[in-house]
């Protein structure tokens, strides 16, 4: 069984930051791309960022450059580093990822986090 457990969100002020944390748990063969998007209340899931398992990456051009995604393949995290934070940033955020599971090392698998609440308030 392949988990992605996020872990970091919260209520802050704006003009702070927060750093999200994803993790990877399981039988895991290996991991491939890892992203994070986002759902406000009323809104459809948007995508942020996404970075190869080489540390490619590419972002939302909504961003203009406040979030930063990496990742620790040993540890099969990735983590997004949110500054500048505005109450439009408030969302739920979900990490995603191509694993291959060990169970079925023959392809990849698309997997969403739980999601992690983020409030800014002005």
């Known amino acids: 069984q392949v988990q992605l457990v996020e872990s970091g969100g919260g209520l802050v002020q704006a003009g702070e930051s927060l750093r999200l944390s994803c993790a990877a748990s399981g039988s895991i063969f290996s991991v491939n791309n890892m992203a994070w998007y986002r759902q406000a209340p009323g809104k459809q899931r948007e995508f942020l960022a996404r970075i190869t398992s080489a540390g490619n990456t590419n972002y939302a051009d909504l961003l203009k450059g406040r979030f930063t995604i990496s990742r620790d393949n040993a540890k099969n995290t990735v983590y997004l580093q949110m500054n500048s934070l505005n109450p439009e940033d408030t969302a739920v955020y979900y990490c995603?990822?191509?694993?291959?599971?060990?169970?079925?090392?023959?392809?990849?698998?698309?997997?969403w986090g739980q999601g992690t609440q983020v409030t800014v308030s002005s």
């Open positions: 995603n990822a191509d694993i291959r599971p060990r169970t079925l090392p023959t392809r990849y698998n698309n997997y």
